[in-house]
């Protein structure tokens, strides 16, 4: 996935599941000994869990290490540093639950805002298309003509459209690397008003080259479009109006990297080898179960 950094997606997940051992041993911490104000000597020994669960939820309040002398300290790291090499196995549980749960958050997220924006997100009027016009089950893509994981991504899409003649493609112009994806988009979507989004867009996502604003009207121009309505159209408020919809669009919905699916309200980030399975796979299921607004 690119985004305008060209930064992996999901940092902060990321560091948080390299935190989830200093969590872990913070925990251990509170429950080794539990002193009493004024006590001296160490406490008795807990029985520790090992389950993921608990030791997550023992880590999340702050302890307040004044309460233990030096000696508890000592004695605290020792007992942590002795339980976790001989369970090292409670670092993969804390992992597997902690990618569980932000797993499942992300996915809650993620249906609430697609609920709130599904009108935008499925049917707007200046949305170009691909694929049936009314297709039974929606996907939608958010994209840059100048990220290479949405020119590796766009095969899958291609196959999609050709292989399945009731689905209903939505392009989301989010040109958010460069001018140079600005400036072509915005030429994509003036030839939608000559009715050849699809054409250009497939010429303009296969570059091999940087695509910019020459590059975009040179493939037009090949194209056979009217090259003085093209340019006066782009520059149209309909086109620069629907780059600034869908750039408040993904700011809703927290969309900050290119390629980006939508299927009924589940999402795919990126373009994994197997996105085009992936896409079959959810395409058939909301199929089978019924959409209401893709």
């Given at each position: 996935m690119s985004t305008p950094e060209e930064t992996p997606p999901r940092t902060g997940r990321k560091l948080t599941l390299l935190l989830a051992p200093a969590l872990l041993l913070a925990g251990l911490a509170l429950l080794v000994l539990r002193p009493e104000r004024g006590q001296t000597e160490p406490a008795t020994a807990v029985e520790i869990p090992v389950t993921g669960q608990t030791a997550a939820?023992?880590?999340?309040?702050?302890?307040?290490?004044?309460?233990?002398?030096?000696?508890?300290?000592?004695?605290?790291?020792?007992?942590?540093?002795?339980?976790?090499?001989?369970?090292p196995e409670v670092f993969l549980q804390?992992?597997?639950?902690?990618?569980?749960?932000?797993?499942?958050?992300?996915?809650?997220?993620?249906q609430k805002l697609i609920a709130e924006n599904a009108k935008d997100i499925y049917r707007h009027p200046n949305a170009p298309l691909a694929g049936n016009p009314n297709g039974d089950i929606t996907v939608v893509e958010f994209f840059?003509?100048?990220c290479g994981y949405c020119k590796r991504g766009f095969a899958d899409?291609?196959?999609?459209?050709?292989?399945?003649?009731?689905?209903?493609?939505?392009?989301?112009?989010?040109?958010?690397?460069?001018?140079?994806?600005?400036e072509a988009a915005k030429i994509a979507l003036a030839a939608r008003k000559?009715?050849?989004?699809?054409?250009?867009?497939g010429a303009l996502i296969s570059s091999k080259a940087r695509v910019t604003e020459?590059?975009?009207l040179q493939?037009?121009?090949?194209?056979?479009?009217?090259?003085?309505?093209?340019?006066?159209?782009k520059e149209s408020e309909d086109v620069k109006g629907e780059i600034a919809r869908v750039q408040e669009l993904a700011k809703k919905m927290n969309i900050n990297g290119t390629p980006h699916f939508l299927v009924g309200d589940e999402a795919i980030g990126g373009a994994p080898e197997n996105l085009l399975e992936m896409l079959k796979e959810k395409?058939?299921?909301?199929?089978?179960?019924g959409c209401t607004y893709c």
């Open positions: 939820q023992a880590a999340a309040p702050a302890a307040d290490t004044s309460m233990f002398t030096d000696t508890q300290k000592r004695a605290i790291e020792q007992i942590s540093k002795d339980y976790l090499l001989a369970h804390i992992q597997t639950a902690l990618e569980a749960k932000l797993a499942k958050e992300e996915t809650e997220r993620t840059d003509y100048n899409v291609a196959k999609l459209v050709e292989s399945d003649p009731k689905v209903r493609v939505v392009f989301k112009e989010f040109p958010i690397l460069s001018k140079d994806s600005e000559q009715g050849k989004y699809w054409e250009l867009h020459a590059v975009a493939e037009a121009q090949k194209l056979g479009l009217n090259m003085d309505q093209l340019k006066t159209d395409v058939a299921a909301f199929r089978a179960k």
